[in-house]
């Protein structure tokens, strides 16, 4: 089963004065990464929420929500499973070096990408 929103991905004009932003709001430096150029993962002081991952746009992309990963425990039975119920652009489950993460990516209708990130 989809499981809570482990995190919202966020295309900023300037990645670095959101992030700022962002702790302005309460919210903490998880860890900086080098994907996407750049990238922050920040999450709330309480631990109580999901993480904002923030990366500057590039190229043709237009500062805005790019995506949002639901957590789950059992990435390839999800993933099974939302290909026998036909859902578009299914890619993963593949592993992200950068974040140590496993996740798989899908477009929902609209064409508006989720993604189910490993919950372990």
Do not use: C, W
Request: charge should be negative.
């Amino acid at each position: 089963m989809i499981g809570e929103i482990d995190h919202i991905e966020i295309e900023a004009s300037d990645a670095t004065e959101m992030a700022d932003f962002l702790k302005k709001l309460g919210y903490e430096e998880l860890r900086r990464t080098e994907h996407h150029g750049e990238s922050f993962e920040l999450e709330p002081a309480d631990g109580d929420g999901p993480i904002f991952e923030i990366h500057t746009v590039e190229g043709e992309e237009v500062p805005g929500i790019n995506h949002i990963a639901f957590a789950v425990e059992d990435i390839e039975g999800i993933t099974e499973d939302l290909e026998e119920k036909d859902v578009d652009s299914i890619v993963g489950p593949y592993d992200v070096e950068a974040t140590g993460r496993r996740i798989t990516n899908f477009r929902d209708p609209d064409g508006r990408r989720f993604q189910i990130v490993d919950d372990e």
